[in-house]
């Protein structure tokens, strides 16, 4: 087989095939290997790669697999993951200066379960430092260029996570989200990303962003994919004081594109400035779902204005709370922006925060009553497709500041409440940059969202859609 | 500077920062009191939450 092809392969062939023993598990991780030192000088998505590691360990999946004992869908797969998870005697630096050459003794609990699945971790993702930023333009390790356009940001935090997917360097990568990680690079970089209801996916052993909001998520190229790479690494972990209890995991199993009946709510008056082709795309992704049988409502929730700003201050005062320490000893050793931006954290009173907590509570109690008449809330997960570069950080166009109908009050409530969260490729603008679109469930609502987003993509092909670099 | 913006910048104990940084934390810390006004005013008729600590779902 030519290597193009197992490049092209999504997670659910890939997986066929090796457990097939029609590709073996040493190729795969050799092609993958190949595409990243083909393509990474251009998109600086990785900080560690697993050069020697990553093919001792898939030929010991083929000695496995050939002996029968196969572990499931991951056995054998190449993954990335974000470089805030720990790795035992493997670089972990959070994308900070801190941490330049700290390897960790021990696996975080994801990565405990990606290697009790047989996973093959290839390399260790670029990202705003300790998850601090929207664009992976504030690492250490210098900014994460956009498939789709070089010139282009990633999203941030987990930019390296989904350029990586999107160049199609291993089928799966695990990001984090703390106000909007997962979505918005997943829309920037055309690729489908989740993130679960909060605590479902232990965080032990990932830097904390902010406690309060923090969740691990996914990218792939498909919410098939999505679920085979959720199934092994959700679950109760009693070291994660967020964990929840929770079913075995099966959301592959009951993953199904039947949306008949839901009620898919959307909140128009958020979307004011949303970028006109941005806006075109999701009004035909909303007759796409009428068409497969949603009822279409519109929704008011004004308490979700503050969202933005509530969450802001929540994570500017608990991320302060964890980098004190650092931050009195080396704060010029933090980006720049980061720094300044934990100097603010640093001032937030007690009261202030608990004043955070009461708009949090009140805007928490809204979103339920909304949940009781609708079942999924729909919307563009951004405002506009990937700024350039060339814009820094102002480029993604939120309003943390006041009180508004901007539409980053959509993109930062599903963590700030701890919603399941989906953003799927919708679209591709006239500039040949990807569109997305989000579905956010109720609490525990996982699979209804996960379904809603594989009857998408069951209707239609934008997941389908690939970068110009990687189709050249 | 207005005084709140001097007392915020003084809980940094010490660390310095370039012109440049600090012009940057004082506006941001303007914001700040913008929106710490706009959540106090939200968010006043809201109870206060309470969290406890036991391990949920056991009789301690």
């Known amino acids: 087989m030519a290597p193009i092809d197992i490049l092209e392969l999504n997670l659910t062939d890939l997986s066929k095939l090796i457990v097939a023993r029609e590709l073996s598990s040493t190729e795969a991780v050799k092609t993958a290997l190949a595409r990243l030192d083909h393509l990474d000088d251009k998109l600086n998505a990785f900080i560690t790669v697993l050069r020697e590691q990553a093919p001792a360990e898939a030929k010991q999946a083929d000695e496995e697999i050939g002996r029968g004992n196969y572990r499931g869908p991951l056995h054998g797969i190449p993954v990335t993951i974000k470089d805030m998870f720990e790795t035992a005697g493997v670089l972990t630096t959070g994308g900070s200066k801190i941490l330049a050459d700290w390897v960790p003794e021990t696996d975080s609990a994801l990565v405990e379960h990606l290697r009790a699945a047989g996973a093959i971790i290839i390399g260790k993702t670029n990202l705003d430092e300790f998850g601090h930023g929207g664009t992976s333009t504030l690492s250490h390790f210098g900014p994460v260029h956009n498939p789709w356009n070089l010139d282009r940001i990633a999203g941030g935090s987990s930019g390296g996570s989904a350029a990586a997917v999107a160049a199609g360097i291993g089928p799966l990568s695990y990001g984090t989200e703390t106000g909007s990680s997962v979505r918005r690079p997943a829309s920037y970089c055309g690729i489908t990303g989740f993130k679960p209801t909060f605590g479902i996916i232990s965080r032990h052993g990932s830097f904390r962003g902010a406690w309060s909001q923090d969740h691990v998520g996914l990218f792939a190229r498909s919410v098939k994919d999505i679920t085979l790479g959720l199934d092994p690494v959700a679950g109760f972990d009693p070291r994660d004081p967020a964990s929840v209890r929770q079913d075995e995991p099966a959301y592959t199993t009951r993953l199904e594109a039947n949306v008949r009946g839901l009620k898919v709510a959307v909140l128009r008056r958020f979307l004011d400035g949303v970028n006109s082709e941005v806006r075109q795309s999701f009004d035909r992704a909303l007759k796409v779902f009428a068409g497969a049988g949603c009822e279409i409502v519109d929704l008011d929730v004004p308490e979700l204005s503050y969202a933005a700003m509530t969450s802001m201050l929540t994570s500017s005062a608990e991320s302060a709370g964890i980098n004190r320490r650092w931050f009195h000893e080396r704060h010029q050793d933090y980006v720049p922006h980061v720094s300044r931006g934990i100097a603010v954290g640093m001032t937030i009173t007690a009261s202030e925060y608990l004043t955070a907590q009461r708009a949090r509570h009140k805007i928490r109690e809204a979103v339920r009553a909304a949940y009781e008449k609708v079942d999924i809330i729909a919307s563009p997960t951004t405002a506009r497709v990937a700024p350039l570069l060339s814009d820094g950080v102002k480029g993604n166009g939120d309003d943390t500041r006041h009180a508004s109908y901007n539409q980053s009050n959509l993109l930062r409530f599903p963590s700030m409440l701890g919603l399941p969260g989906c953003s799927l490729p919708c679209g591709i603008n006239s500039e040949s940059l990807p569109i997305g679109m989000q579905l956010i469930g109720a609490w525990f609502a996982d699979q209804t969202v996960l379904n809603a987003a594989l009857t998408y993509q069951t209707l239609t092909d934008w997941h389908t859609r690939r970068p110009a670099l990687v189709k050249a | ?60």
């Open chain 2, 1 to 60: 500077m207005t005084d709140k913006v001097a007392r915020r910048l003084a809980l940094l104990e010490g660390a310095e920062f370039s012109p440049a940084d600090l012009e940057a934390i004082v506006t941001e810390l303007e914001d700040l009191e913008h929106v710490v006004a706009e959540l106090e005013e939200f968010a006043q008729d809201t109870p206060w939450i309470s969290l406890q600590v036991q391990p949920a779902g056991e009789k301690v």
